[in-house]
């Protein structure tokens, strides 16, 4: 058992102020000399990396979709570990999951972990009706400990006091905070939640959040209620996949720029457990020299906000191409699968030119194209994933391919749950190159890293034979 003083921050719904509250929370301890953990539930990057960058730490993803509940324990528990203090963030509403039963919710996970849930209300508009939504709440799951409720959005001291008589009134609950209704350009948002720390004043986004909570909000409180977290005992599981150990001494490139930087934690840690060094590789720069690589990592990003630059960047896409033509493995995750198409059109009908490795223009459009969970099944061989393997993952783009040779594509997953490139299908391949929409958590497929690596040291292998090329990889 392990005293883990931890909290999780919940709304009704998207919108409410979860993301602000958490980011105050966390700098604010920072700034008084507390190690925070942070936590993001669900599938998300953006708000994983503010996160991250108010406490000081990389955040971790927490996903009920991708791992079975003893494996989340576990990670969160080892996470969670030698920190003075565990701030979680929700998504969507406090009970809302995949299904009727609320599976995946936030709720879940706070059941899960004994998590003390702190609810952030957006009372516009709102009085009395306050006290039986939060008693509604409180009551609606057993062993869900709503520990406290911070008022959003207030109209003025009259509504503030209003709203707080009516829940002692008529609940258990405790006011932990009012705030009163903040500039919603405070972090601005773009399609995808979030703008990137990368693009906007993050550091002045964050210290005013945490002046803000300063002012209207039961700090003290707050903690008090994390600490008040029951002691926790974490599942005996292996969180991580023995691997065969080799001797192969391979590297993979991960591009990490502001084009493409979505990369959950343990994806590479996966790959690094799995025997690669990782050498960060930028597709912007003109005169960056690459080291050499036997393996290319292009995750998740903004492609389409750094269009200009990346087309401009010839040398590296010709660098890239040639690579891909010499068998190198690549997997590429959206932004990735993007950069490697032939070309990007914006939503200002703004046209790059792009690697032009598979014969696909993307456009933007101004609503999603996919988005949620997705499961796949593996109908082609490539160097990643086992011909009839099934696994989970996820999409969230505004983006759509357009084919330039009909609909003869070397199409690799078939999905039983998503968008993907179309037709539930997803994943492009060609030699040693697999590109898709999804986006896989490394703990959720345990097979993609071990086989990542052994294609790079096949890769690798192949050349130091003299051999011009590597042939087309299997998992076998």
């Excluded at 995750?299 to 890239?320: D, M, V, Y």
Aim: charged content about 20%; some cysteine; glycine content about 10%.
């Amino acid at each position: 058992m392990s005293h883990l003083p931890r909290l999780i921050v919940s709304a009704l719904s998207g919108g409410a102020g979860k993301t602000i509250l958490s980011l105050g929370l966390a700098r604010h301890w920072l700034r008084n000399g507390l190690s925070v953990k942070p936590f993001k539930k669900g599938p998300d990057y953006i708000d994983a990396v503010w996160l991250g960058r108010a406490a000081g730490q990389t955040a971790t993803n927490l996903d009920p979709f991708f791992m079975r509940d003893q494996a989340l324990a576990r990670l969160f528990a080892e996470q969670a570990r030698g920190h003075d203090f565990s701030l979680l963030e929700g998504n969507r509403g406090l009970f809302d999951g995949k299904d009727i039963s609320g599976s995946c919710s936030t709720s879940h996970l706070a059941r899960l972990l004994q998590c003390p849930v702190l609810l952030i209300l957006d009372c516009s508009k709102m009085t009395r009706t306050v006290a039986p939504i939060v008693q509604g709440c409180s009551l609606f799951e057993k062993d869900l400990i709503l520990g406290g409720v911070i008022l959003n959005r207030t109209a003025g001291s009259r509504h503030r006091k209003i709203l707080r008589n009516c829940l002692e009134e008529y609940t258990d609950v405790p006011v932990l905070g009012a705030l009163p209704k903040l500039d919603d350009t405070l972090i601005p948002e773009r399609y995808m939640g979030l703008v990137s720390d990368r693009e906007f004043g993050a550091e002045e986004a964050i210290e005013e959040s945490a002046r803000i909570l300063g002012d209207w909000v039961d700090l003290e409180g707050i903690l008090r209620l994390g600490r008040s977290a029951p002691d926790f005992r974490a599942p005996e599981t292996n969180l991580w996949p023995r691997v065969q150990q080799t001797s192969r001494d391979v590297s993979i490139g991960v591009v990490k720029d502001a084009s493409l930087w979505f990369y959950y934690p343990e994806n590479l840690e996966a790959l690094e457990r799995a025997g690669a060094r990782l050498a960060e590789v930028s597709l912007l720069d003109p005169d960056a020299k690459w080291p050499e690589i036997h393996g290319l990592y292009l995750g998740g990003g903004f492609p389409e906000i750094q269009a200009e630059r990346l087309a401009a960047n010839t040398g590296i896409k010709e660098h890239i191409r040639a690579l891909a033509e010499k068998g190198l493995p690549i997997y590429a995750e959206c932004g990735g699968l993007m950069y490697l198409c032939s070309r990007l059109t914006t939503q200002e009908d703004a046209a790059y030119e792009m690697v032009d490795l598979f014969p696909l223009n993307t456009g933007l459009s101004a609503k999603p194209q996919g988005h949620g969970y997705t499961l796949c099944t593996v109908q082609r061989s490539n160097p990643f994933f086992a011909v009839g393997e099934e696994f989970t993952g996820h999409e969230f783009h505004y983006s759509r391919c357009y084919s330039l040779q009909g609909d003869a594509l070397p199409f690799c997953l078939q999905m039983s749950r998503g968008t993907g490139l179309g037709g539930g299908t997803d994943g492009l391949l060609y030699k040693n190159t697999l590109a898709c929409y999804n986006h896989i958590h490394a703990l959720g497929v345990p097979t993609w890293a071990e086989n990542f690596v052994r294609a790079a040291g096949m890769y690798k292998d192949a050349l130091s034979r003299g051999e011009p090329s590597c042939p087309q990889i299997s998992v076998p």
